[in-house]
């Protein structure tokens, strides 16, 4: 961590909230479901799919994650009331996972079960690492009775090219990232060229099995890596598709656009911004830095 990471993680607390609410701002579509919606109608507008979260990790309660598969349920009623062009994504950690993994089970089970009368998806993202082995059990346990459901690998993990080898079996819809909790070396990368080629490396075994990716990436090179992989393996869009955070390289997702690829807008909406916008900078200082430029540009 830089001495300017080092200054941003500490005085955190001390940073008003509506300082916060500014850092969060581009990134979040608001706090309730019609703001969410809103968003996702700009977008499908100007030729984006999206996928909705709500945000909330770690809970200590249960009755918290009864509330966000609630929460889940009425958007994913809103998103076919209005023929939106949506999927969700949750986090399991928000479902109860650390509290009990059979009561996360049958949160998770709950909400797809809700999407398929829908013919929806829902993608479950990775948490930090000692969340992997358990959101990987939940996946492919699930994955045996629901084929509307994803899961997510980072490239920044040392394990995952094994992780990969795993979900290749059984034919999994994958999105690959870079992964935005810093883990200690000893189990991830913290090279950004490594973290770059396992991501190419990755994405190549996956593709090249049939998976279906979401490549989940603002890097330009990994665009770029990406573009010659879907060249050389002669895929059709519909085998893929690229994926960017709101408020995150706008000019970026219009290019990818542009060149004919499909491109999902990860949106996040709900109530909880504050804790989770200081948890996230927490956690990661780096976007802090993104932040700043964005606000100055
Ligand atoms: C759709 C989607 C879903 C994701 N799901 C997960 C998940 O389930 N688990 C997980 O660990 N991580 C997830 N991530 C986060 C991901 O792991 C990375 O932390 C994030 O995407 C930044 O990596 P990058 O590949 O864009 O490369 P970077 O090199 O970090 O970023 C490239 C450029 O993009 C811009 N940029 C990137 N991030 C930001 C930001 N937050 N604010 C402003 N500018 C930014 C900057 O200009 C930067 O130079 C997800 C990302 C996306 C796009």
Known sequence: MSPFDKVVATTLPVVPKPLVRRFAGPYIAGETLDDQIRVIESLNREGFMVVSGILGEFVSRQEESEEAVADYKKALDAIAAQKLDSNIQVKPTHLGLKLDKEFCYQNIRTILEHAKTYENFVRMDMEDSPTIDDTLELYLR??????????????RMRRSLDDVRRLVNVGANVRLCKGVYLEPREHAYTDRHIIQENYTMLLDELLSAGCYVGIATHDELLVWEAY?????????????????????????????RDAGHRLRVAVPYGPSWYPYSIRRLRNNPEITGYVLKSIFK
């Open 142 to 155: 699930l994955h045996e009775e629901f084929d509307n459901f994803g899961c997510v690998i980072q490239a």
């Open 228 to 256: 010659r992989l879907i060249d050389r393996l002669e895929l059709e869009p519909h085998q893929y598709e690229f994926q960017m955070l709101h408020g995150v390289e706008r000019e970026l997702r219009t290019i990818v």
